[in-house]
């Protein structure tokens, strides 16, 4: 049974470019949460997507979107990059509105220099 | 808003130790509580949770009680491994606000032999 998988794992770009980010969710789990983690510091919420839409949303510019997928898989964009984005963006996956049962991915490493 | 506190680190222990890492939350509502550990190069993993006041979660040889009085979830276990190194991060979810999760900064703990 496939874990929640990332894709890249790690990333560099220039600052003022723009950058995607993909997951795929556990199986059987149908909404997708994305988290940036600075360096030393917890995971911060950016959105939640749950049947294609976004239900949720931290507080992140618009810069930061997001779409989900028939299948469930997610992306994130990010445009206009800051070196401030420079982060571990980590996705989970859970099952509906069940919020105790979130599963991570091993993170996308996002350099921008 | 919510949010979640956590002893700084690095926690420094010898083996067959006793680990305790203190976390105190704020939250306008009955939020469910959470450990999570990032081990080095790997996404988080739930370690224990606890979903109402008294509550005992635990795994592992971890546990944390949900104290609603002192508003904390205090992380213990009696005797840490080497193998127990890791990041271990104090989280919680607001049912009153959604499902998404408000993290600590993380505890960052060293076992040595």
């Known amino acids: 049974d496939a874990g929640v998988t990332q894709s890249p794992t790690h990333l560099i770009k220039t600052r003022g470019q723009q950058v995607t980010l993909r997951c795929s969710p556990k199986?059987?789990?149908?909404?997708v949460s994305w988290y940036q983690q600075a360096l030393g510091q917890g995971p911060q919420f950016i959105f939640q997507?749950?049947?294609?839409?976004?239900?949720q949303r931290g507080n992140f510019p618009d810069r930061f979107s997001g779409h989900q997928f028939p299948n469930y898989s997610s992306e994130l964009n990010v445009n206009a990059l800051l070196l401030g984005d420079s982060a571990l963006y980590l996705c989970?996956?859970?099952?509906?509105?069940?919020?105790?049962?979130?599963?991570f991915g091993p993170g996308t490493r996002l350099t921008v220099t | 808003g919510n949010s979640v506190t956590q002893m700084e680190g690095p926690v420094t222990l010898s083996e067959e130790a006793f680990l305790t890492i203190n976390c105190t939350y704020t939250?306008?509502?009955?939020?469910?509580l959470f450990w999570y550990v990032q081990y080095p190069g790997e996404g988080l993993q739930l370690l224990l949770k606890?979903?109402?006041?008294?509550d005992k979660g635990s795994n592992k040889g971890f546990e944390a009680t949900y104290r609603k009085e002192t508003t904390s979830f205090h992380l213990e276990k009696g005797s840490v491994q080497v193998s127990d190194s890791a990041v271990y991060f104090c989280?919680?979810?607001?049912?009153?606000?959604?499902?998404?999760?408000?993290f600590g900064p993380g505890t960052r703990l060293s076992v040595l032999p």
């Open positions: 997507y749950y049947e294609e839409e976004e239900r």
């Open positions: 989970a996956s859970s099952l509906g509105r069940d919020p105790y049962e979130q599963y």
């Open positions: 199986s059987g789990h149908d909404t």
């Open positions: 939250a306008t509502g009955y939020p469910s």
């Open positions: 989280a919680l979810s607001d049912h009153n606000y959604g499902q998404n999760f408000v």
């Open positions: 606890a979903t109402k006041a008294d």
